[in-house]
């Protein structure tokens, strides 16, 4: 079977790129409407000035997203069939950058993903998770055309947004050691390349937490590199692979049994703790980088309480079982987990 990898053909990193996002929606949209897809905070932020910039220079559209993301891909179906458009911009946080991924891919068209938030790597990645259309778990879709990342916008948002986004970070550590487990006992493909590449992401921000915590000069753009590295890891591995792994299992696990869970990075970080401790490794390395930026790294700071959180872990497996980790392999029982907690100082 022939291995295909799929990256961004453009990736701009810069601060006052309003320009930019412009030229890059022309350029992929080759002459037809834009679609602007965009949240109501990220309008009044970023979304407005974009589109008063672009609508001087292309027919456009813009959509306000509102509703959950399966309502809201249908109407943006709607919205497609009317008119011929060239290309999607989306600018926004996680849903509104997943959204607009599902949206492209489905009509066959360019994305541009101007990301206002850097809590995910979701803005530079093959695929979309919507929780909300039953999927347990993300789904392949096809990579952003362009991804713009503005600093000034992004550091304008608050920093738990910054922090969830090293969470998903440091995810990369265990969900690469997963990889390599399931290749030696499942025989699965394994990619050194993406591995390293995701690795690396992970590296990158243990190396410079304290910088982080601080919002030290060039550490925002150090995580938004890092979140584009590890989408582009992923388009090259062909999955999410090189970056989820049992840390991501038990983030999906938490999803399912709260009602307003953490955000998805929140609930990473602390997770790869919990499964670093099991792969026996640097579980200390993980955890000092969460509390030196600022993400939660035990179950107070996480919000979770321990039953859920150690029912997250035992339901773990079962939220993807084709996808082999450490879990599958040990499969720790509720009072294993306990004890897990209490030697990684979760509790
Ligand atoms: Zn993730």
């Known amino acids: ?32 409407p834009i679609l602007i897809v965009t949240g109501k ?13 672009m609508s001087e220079k292309a027919s456009i559209e813009v959509h306000q997203v509102e509703a959950d993301a399966s309502q809201e891909v249908e109407v943006i179906r709607k919205i497609l069939s009317k008119n011929k458009f060239g290309a ?14 599902a949206s ?11 990301p206002t938030v850097a809590s995910h790597d979701g803005i530079a990645s093959p695929m979309v998770s919507m929780v ?21 916008v992004i550091e304008k948002a608050p920093h738990r947004y910054l ?11 265990t969900a690469v050691k997963d990889w390599k487990l399931s290749h030696k006992i499942t025989g699965e493909y394994f990619g050194d390349y993406s591995a390293s590449l995701a690795y690396m992401s992970a590296e990158i921000i243990f190396r410079n937490a304290r910088k982080i915590g601080k919002r030290k000069e060039d550490s925002i753009r150090t995580v938004v590199e890092a979140l584009i590295s590890a989408g582009v890891a992923m388009g090259i591995a062909g999955s999410s692979r090189p970056c989820s792994g049992s840390e991501h299992l038990i983030s999906h696990a938490l999803g399912r049994l709260m009602e307003d869970p953490p955000l998805h990075g929140e609930r990473c970080g602390v997770a790869t703790v919990l499964m670093a401790l099991l792969h026996r490794a640097a579980w200390r390395r993980v955890k000092s980088a969460l ?17 859920t959180f150690v029912k997250a872990v035992t339901m773990a497996p079962e939220i993807r079982p084709d996808r082999y980790t450490i879990l599958h392999k040990i499969r720790p029982t509720e009072s294993d987990v306990r004890r897990m907690i209490r030697e990684a100082e979760l509790s």
Request: proline letters at 3%.
């Open 1 to 32: 079977m022939a291995h295909v990898m799929e990256l961004p053909n453009i990736v701009i990193i810069g601060r006052g790129l309003i320009d930019k996002v412009v030229e890059v929606a022309l350029t992929a949209s080759g002459g037809q």
């Open 41 to 53: 905070t990220s309008y009044s932020m970023y979304g407005r000035s974009v589109s008063e910039a």
């Open 88 to 101: 999607i911009v989306g600018i926004g946080g996680g849903k509104v950058i997943d959204i607009s991924k």
């Open 104 to 114: 492209a891919h489905e009509a066959g068209i360019r994305l541009v993903s101007v």
């Open 132 to 152: 909300d259309s039953g999927q347990p778990y993300s789904r392949m879709a096809s990579m952003p055309f362009a991804v713009v990342a503005d600093v000034e």
């Open 163 to 173: 922090a969830s986004g090293c969470g998903d970070l440091v995810a990369k550590y």
């Open 291 to 307: 509390s030196s930026i600022g993400a939660p790294s035990d179950l107070s700071g996480l919000g979770v309480d321990e039953q």
